[in-house]
C-alpha cells in the first residue's frame, strides 16, 4: 500500500508539474503574439486599406505618424523636404499640429518658413501644411512646397511695378512739356523745342508698350503653332534693316558673314524680334566710326544641329557683376545710357524667352572695354524637308553647350568676313 501510495502521489506531482509547464508556455505564446501586434503599429499593415496607393500617387508631401509620434508611412518628397529625419518628425510646428489634432480630431492648416536643408546660405522654404486625423489612433499630414509659386508671385509683382515706373516716366515728361508749350505759346522756337522733346518721349512710350506686347506673346504663345522653316540669311536681312538708319547716323558699319542656306524652324516674327533686338543693342552701345558684326554658322551637337547666331559690337561691354542679371526684366547696365539710346530694358529678356521657346539659349561674352558678342543657339531645320533636319529635330537644352563664337576670350577680334553695308 505504502508502495502504491508513493506511486500515486508522483503520478500527481508529475500531472501539476506538467499543467504548471503548459500554462507557463501558453502564456509565454500569447505575450509574444501580442509583443508582434505592438510591433506591427509602426508598420505599414496598421494603414487602412487603400490608403498607401493614395498616398503614393499624391503630389504633396505625406506623413502618417501613429499615437506615439512615430513615422508610420512617409513619401519620398517628405524626406527630401527635411520633414522626417531618423524615423521621426523633425519640424516641431508640424508636430504640435499633429498632436493636437490627435488630441481634438480637428482639421488644421498652416503655411511655414522652413530652413532649406543643405545649404548654409539661410534660404528658407515656404510650405503649406495640412493635418488630418487617419482613422482613430493615426494622423495624416499633407505638405506643399509653395517656394516656387512665391518666387512667381514675386516676379510678378515685381514687373507690375516696373512697368508702372516706366510708364510713368514717359507720360509725366508728356505732362510737362505739354504745359510748357501751353505757356510758351508766343515763342515759336521754345514751342519746337518742347515740341521735339515730346515726340522723343512719345516714341519711347511706344517702344515701350510694344515691348511689352512682344514679351507677353513670347511668353504665352508656343511658336510651333505657326513654325516654319526660317532662312538665316532672311532674318539677319530683316535685322540689319531694322537698324540701318541708327547705324549710318553713328556712322557704324554693319559687317555679315552668316553662312548661306542656314535654316531655323520656329516662328518668324519672333525669331525676327529676337535678332533685331541684339543687334540693335550692338548699334546703341556702341561708340562712332566702329563695326557691329553678324555672323552665322551650322555646328553638330549631341541631340542634332544646330545653327549659332552671333552679333559682336566694339562697345562699352559689360562687367563681370552685371552679365548674370543682363537679361532680367527692366534692366539696365547703364540706365541714363538706356534712356538717351531710348531702351527699355525688355529687348535682352525677350531674346531670351524666344531661345528657350525654341528649345535653345543665348549666351554672352564680355569684356568692359572691348565689346561684346551674343549667340543665339537654335535647333537647325531642312528647307528641303520642308522642316527640322534629320540628325536632331528641336534639338534640346542638354545638347547646347557647343562652344562657338561668342564663348569666349578674343571673340570681337573674330568678325564675319564682311559685306559692309552703310
Same mark, same amino acid.
Given at each position: 500500500?505504502?508502495?502504491?501510495?508513493?506511486?500515486?502521489?508522483?503520478?500527481?506531482?508529475?500531472?501539476?508539474?506538467?499543467?504548471?509547464?503548459?500554462?507557463?508556455?501558453?502564456?509565454? =505564446?500569447?505575450r509574444?503574439q501580442?509583443? !508582434?501586434?505592438?510591433? *506591427? @503599429?509602426?508598420? #505599414? %499593415? +496598421?494603414?487602412?486599406?487603400?490608403? $498607401?496607393?493614395?498616398?503614393?500617387?499624391?503630389?504633396?508631401s505625406?506623413?502618417?505618424?501613429?499615437?506615439?509620434?512615430?513615422?508610420?508611412?512617409?513619401s519620398?518628397?517628405a524626406?527630401?523636404?527635411?520633414?522626417?529625419?531618423?524615423?521621426?518628425?523633425?519640424?516641431?510646428?508640424?508636430?504640435?499640429m499633429a498632436?493636437?489634432?490627435?488630441?481634438?480630431?480637428?482639421?488644421?492648416?498652416?503655411?511655414?518658413?522652413?530652413?532649406?536643408?543643405?545649404?548654409?546660405?539661410?534660404?528658407a522654404?515656404?510650405?503649406?501644411?495640412?493635418?488630418?486625423?487617419?482613422?482613430?489612433?493615426?494622423?495624416?499630414?499633407l505638405?506643399?512646397?509653395?517656394?516656387?509659386?512665391?518666387?512667381?508671385?514675386?516676379?510678378?509683382?515685381?514687373?507690375?511695378a516696373?512697368? =508702372?515706373?516706366?510708364?510713368?516716366?514717359? !507720360?509725366?515728361?508728356? *505732362? @510737362?512739356?505739354? #504745359? %510748357? +508749350?501751353?505757356d510758351a505759346?508766343? $515763342?515759336p522756337?521754345?514751342?519746337?523745342?518742347?515740341?521735339?522733346?515730346?515726340?522723343?518721349e512719345?516714341?519711347?512710350?511706344?517702344?515701350?508698350?510694344?515691348?511689352?506686347i512682344?514679351?507677353?506673346?513670347?511668353?504665352?504663345?508656343?511658336?510651333?503653332e505657326?513654325?516654319e522653316?526660317?532662312?538665316?540669311?532672311?532674318?539677319?536681312?530683316e535685322?540689319?534693316?531694322?537698324?540701318?538708319?541708327?547705324?549710318?547716323?553713328?556712322?557704324?558699319?554693319?559687317?555679315?558673314?552668316?553662312?548661306?542656306?542656314l535654316?531655323?524652324?520656329?516662328?518668324r516674327?519672333?525669331?525676327?524680334?529676337?535678332?533685331?533686338?541684339?543687334v540693335?543693342?550692338?548699334?546703341?552701345?556702341s561708340?562712332?566710326?566702329?563695326?557691329?558684326?553678324?555672323?552665322?554658322?551650322?555646328v553638330?551637337?549631341a541631340?542634332?544641329?544646330?545653327?549659332?547666331? *552671333?552679333?559682336?559690337?566694339?562697345?562699352?561691354?559689360?562687367?563681370?557683376? $552685371?552679365?548674370?542679371?543682363?537679361?532680367?526684366?527692366?534692366?539696365?547696365?547703364?540706365?541714363?545710357?538706356?534712356?538717351?539710346?531710348?531702351?527699355?530694358g525688355?529687348?535682352?529678356?525677350?531674346?531670351?524667352?524666344?531661345?528657350?521657346s525654341?528649345?535653345?539659349?543665348?549666351?554672352?561674352?564680355?569684356?568692359?572695354?572691348?565689346?561684346?558678342?551674343?549667340?543665339?543657339?537654335?535647333?537647325?531645320?531642312?528647307?528641303?524637308?520642308?522642316?527640322?533636319?534629320?540628325?536632331?529635330?528641336?534639338?534640346?537644352?542638354?545638347?547646347?553647350?557647343?562652344?562657338?563664337?561668342?564663348?569666349?576670350p578674343?571673340t570681337?577680334?573674330?568678325?564675319?568676313?564682311?559685306?559692309?553695308l552703310p
Amino acid at each position: 500500500m505504502d508502495v502504491n501510495a508513493a506511486l500515486a502521489a508522483g503520478s500527481a506531482i508529475a500531472g501539476v508539474c506538467t499543467g504548471v509547464v503548459a500554462m507557463l508556455a501558453f502564456r509565454w =505564446s500569447e505575450r509574444e503574439q501580442a509583443g !508582434v501586434t505592438r510591433a *506591427s @503599429l509602426h508598420t #505599414e %499593415a +496598421v494603414l487602412p486599406p487603400g490608403v $498607401d496607393t493614395v498616398l503614393s500617387v499624391l503630389r504633396s508631401s505625406a506623413v502618417v505618424l501613429d499615437e506615439g509620434d512615430a513615422v508610420v508611412k512617409a513619401s519620398s518628397a517628405a524626406y527630401a523636404l527635411g520633414l522626417v529625419r531618423g524615423g521621426r518628425l523633425a519640424v516641431d510646428q508640424l508636430l504640435q499640429m499633429a498632436r493636437d489634432t490627435r488630441r481634438d480630431g480637428e482639421i488644421r492648416q498652416t503655411e511655414l518658413d522652413l530652413p532649406r536643408r543643405g545649404t548654409g546660405r539661410g534660404e528658407a522654404l515656404a510650405v503649406s501644411a495640412r493635418v488630418a486625423p487617419l482613422g482613430s489612433r493615426l494622423v495624416l499630414l499633407l505638405v506643399d512646397d509653395l517656394t516656387e509659386s512665391r518666387r512667381i508671385e514675386a516676379v510678378r509683382r515685381d514687373f507690375v511695378a516696373n512697368v =508702372s515706373h516706366e510708364l510713368k516716366t514717359p !507720360v509725366g515728361a508728356l *505732362s @510737362l512739356l505739354s #504745359e %510748357a +508749350v501751353m505757356d510758351a505759346c508766343d $515763342d515759336p522756337e521754345a514751342v519746337q523745342r518742347f515740341a521735339g522733346r515730346m515726340q522723343a518721349e512719345a516714341t519711347r512710350l511706344t517702344s515701350l508698350v510694344q515691348e511689352i506686347i512682344d514679351l507677353s506673346r513670347v511668353q504665352n504663345d508656343d511658336p510651333l503653332e505657326d513654325s516654319e522653316p526660317v532662312a538665316v540669311d532672311d532674318l539677319v536681312t530683316e535685322a540689319v534693316e531694322r537698324c540701318r538708319q541708327q547705324a549710318a547716323t553713328k556712322q557704324i558699319t554693319i559687317a555679315t558673314g552668316a553662312t548661306p542656306g542656314l535654316y531655323i524652324w520656329g516662328s518668324r516674327s519672333q525669331l525676327a524680334a529676337a535678332l533685331g533686338n541684339l543687334v540693335e543693342n550692338a548699334v546703341n552701345y556702341s561708340p562712332a566710326r566702329t563695326r557691329v558684326g553678324i555672323a552665322g554658322r551650322a555646328v553638330s551637337a549631341a541631340g542634332g544641329d544646330l545653327v549659332e547666331i *552671333s552679333v559682336t559690337d566694339q562697345g562699352i561691354g559689360i562687367s563681370e557683376k $552685371d552679365r548674370d542679371r543682363i537679361f532680367e526684366r527692366f534692366y539696365r547696365v547703364d540706365p541714363a545710357r538706356s534712356r538717351a539710346t531710348g531702351g527699355t530694358g525688355l529687348g535682352l529678356s525677350i531674346v531670351k524667352h524666344v531661345a528657350a521657346s525654341h528649345g535653345g539659349e543665348v549666351t554672352v561674352w564680355s569684356a568692359e572695354g572691348q565689346g561684346s558678342t551674343f549667340t543665339l543657339r537654335l535647333p537647325r531645320a531642312s528647307a528641303e524637308r520642308g522642316g527640322r533636319d534629320g540628325r536632331g529635330g528641336r534639338g534640346n537644352r542638354d545638347g547646347l553647350s557647343t562652344p562657338g563664337a561668342g564663348t569666349g576670350p578674343g571673340t570681337p577680334a573674330h568678325l564675319p568676313a564682311p559685306e559692309v553695308l552703310p
